[in-house]
């Protein structure tokens, strides 16, 4: 089972900032196969990016992922209020899908 | 407009069974995947369990050591998970999760909450 590490726990960053989240893998994963998300209190997770750098239909584009191998990043290029929450990466291999511990992004 | 409606979840004593359903609508369920995933209380996200557009190919999570079964009735455009022998660390809210072609979620349910408690 590919284990996914996210860094850092959590980020404190004002709005206007840039942020920069880790997903680091313990093997090599298909970049077709891992996604980004974000959840929000009491609130279901939303899909950001898919195949590693594709937005999901409605994310604005100061969200950007990139990456390859073991070695993923999500980048909100400047921050709005309303990106402060829980972010998750997700791979998929060999039938099984994992997900990243996830990074809390707070505001300072 | 994609919906997808859990239900079924509930208190449970350990070692009981129980069923969650899954109602998708505004989509042609049997097209796509669905899968459900997990989330314990204050915790991170974990994958369950997942299924084939035509039940074809089912799979799940090594930590549940065959307690839980993942069915679908594209009939009636539902998804189910039978869980089995339930433990008190089975306990959080269950999602159910519209597969897409590469192999991400698009849309997710509000999710079943399920406690196993005495």
């Known amino acids: 089972e590919i284990v996914l590490t996210q860094s850092p726990g959590t980020l404190s960053l004002s709005p206007g900032e840039r942020a920069t989240l880790s997903c680091r893998a313990s093997?090599?994963?298909?970049?077709?196969?891992l996604a980004w998300y974000q959840q929000k209190p009491g609130q279901a997770p939303r899909l950001l990016i898919y195949g590693a750098s594709s937005r999901a239909t409605g994310i604005p584009d100061r969200f950007s992922g990139s990456g390859s191998g073991t070695d993923f990043t999500l980048t909100i290029s400047r921050l709005e209020p309303e990106d402060f929450a829980v972010y998750y990466c997700q791979q998929y291999d060999s039938s099984l899908y994992t997900f990243g511990q996830g990074t809390k992004l707070q505001s300072k | 407009e994609v919906q997808l409606v859990e239900s079924g979840g509930g208190l449970v004593q350990p070692g009981r069974s129980l069923r969650l359903s899954c109602a998708a609508s505004g989509f042609t369920f049997d097209d796509y995947a669905m899968n459900w995933v997990r989330q314990a209380p204050g915790k991170g996200l974990e994958w369950v369990s997942g299924?084939?557009?035509?039940?074809?190919?089912?799979d799940y999570a090594d930590s549940l050591k065959g307690r839980f079964t993942i069915s679908r009735d594209n009939a009636k455009n539902s998804l189910y998970l039978q869980m089995n022998s339930l433990r008190a660390e089975d306990t959080a809210l269950y999602y159910c999760?519209?597969?897409?072609?590469?192999?991400?979620?698009?849309?997710w349910g509000q999710g079943t909450l399920v406690t196993v408690s005495s």
């Open positions: 999760a519209k597969g897409t072609r590469w192999l991400a979620f698009d849309y």
């Open positions: 093997q090599s994963v298909s970049s077709s196969y």
């Open positions: 299924i084939s557009w035509n039940s074809g190919s089912t």
